[in-house]
T-cell receptor, first 111, second 115 residues
């Protein structure tokens, strides 16, 4: 199986600062990783994904870093905005298998 | 295009009753997965359906069941409800079976409260 954990259940940042949310996984065979954002009253929304053949991937204001050696991935949000306030999950899977989700980090952006 | 639609949004049931939740995937998506979300456990995988067949199942008791219809719509049923079944039930659809490409698209969920 797989065990997925997030380092901090809550995170508060000032508007305009960068945010870093971390996730650790246990299965070295895991090869696909996704970050989701969940706003209150809504389902999780895809943000960015990365496969194990990469160690970094960038999107719009977001970057995902993958360190397979220590089985750790992070989500970086640049210039955090109030609209970024939400719960962030990582999802981890190995090819052909189900996704395992972390319990989430609640990000609060302070104006 | 329309997203994943889950009905009802909210539900209150009494212990011992049964409940049926519905999920309509994005048009063209053939895989539907169900998750239970609770504050302490996060998202826990229930089961996945593809082409009307259950392809994968999580570690939940037999009281939890599901099915998928020929139009890819899916239902999940929980019988003999327990207080611990109170949760947000999320449905997610994808084009194919566990492709992983762009992950799933989730619905907004059904909030089930068992009293």
């Amino acid at each position: 199986g797989e065990s997925v954990g997030l380092h901090l259940p809550t995170l508060s940042v000032q508007e305009g600062d960068n945010s870093i949310i971390n996730c650790a996984y246990s299965n070295s065979a895991s090869d696909y990783f996704i970050w989701y954002k969940q706003e209150s009253g809504k389902g999780p929304q895809f943000i960015i994904d990365i496969r194990s053949n990469m160690d970094k991937r960038q999107g719009q204001r977001v970057t995902v870093l993958l360190n397979k050696t220590v089985k750790h991935l992070s989500l970086q949000i640049a210039a955090t905005q109030p609209g970024d306030s939400a719960v962030y999950f990582c999802a981890v899977s190995s090819t052909g298998n189900q996704f395992y989700f972390g319990t989430g980090t609640s990000l609060t952006v302070i104006p | 295009k329309a997203g994943v639609t889950q009905t009802p949004r909210y539900l209150i049931k009494t212990r011992g009753q049964q409940v049926t939740l519905s999920c309509s995937p994005i048009s063209g998506h053939r895989s539907v997965s169900w998750y239970q979300q609770t504050p302490g456990q996060g998202l826990q995988f229930l089961f996945e359906y593809f082409s009307e067949t259950q392809r994968n199942k999580g570690n939940f008791p037999g009281r939890f069941s599901g099915r998928q219809f020929s139009n890819s719509r899916s239902e999940m049923n929980v019988s003999t409800l327990e207080l611990g079944d109170s949760a947000l039930y999320l449905c997610a659809s994808s084009l194919a079976l566990r492709t992983g490409e762009s992950g799933y698209t989730f619905g907004s969920g059904t909030r089930l409260t068992v009293v």
